[in-house]
């Protein structure tokens, strides 16, 4: 069975820093493009940053320069350190995994990132 379990989630204050992981059982994120979703309330879930195979990465617009993903894949977990927050990027945060070979994919229950002052 697949889980991904999203943790470092919580209330920070505006320029502050967060880091989340997300912890992968049942695959190998070795063979696998995994991404940080995030959705705000009343919005659409929105693309944040990937790492595909090879460590090549990608971010959205909204959080280059300040957010960095980053895998372990002896510790089979994605990392999602984000600083200089801003109240904006107050959302649930999503870890995506998806195959590039059969395009199975896997999504984590979320965790809660707030910033607030």
């Known amino acids: 069975q697949v889980q991904l379990v999203e943790s470092g989630g919580g209330l920070v204050q505006p320029r502050g820093s967060l880091r989340l992981s997300c912890a992968a059982s049942?695959?190998?994120?070795?063979?696998?493009?995994m991404r940080w979703y995030r959705q705000a309330p009343g919005k659409q879930r929105e693309f944040v940053a990937q790492?595909?195979?090879?460590?090549?990465?990608q971010y959205a617009d909204s959080v280059k320069g300040r957010f960095t993903i980053a895998r372990d894949n002896a510790k089979n977990t994605v990392y999602l350190q984000m600083n200089a927050l801003k109240p904006e990027d107050s959302a649930v945060y999503y870890c995506?995994?998806?195959?590039?070979?059969?395009?199975?994919?896997?999504w984590g229950q979320g965790t809660q990132v707030t910033v607030s002052s």
């Open positions: 995506d995994a998806t195959s590039s070979a059969t395009m199975d994919e896997h």
């Open positions: 049942g695959i190998t994120i070795r063979d696998y493009t």
């Open positions: 790492s595909a195979r090879g460590h090549i990465t």
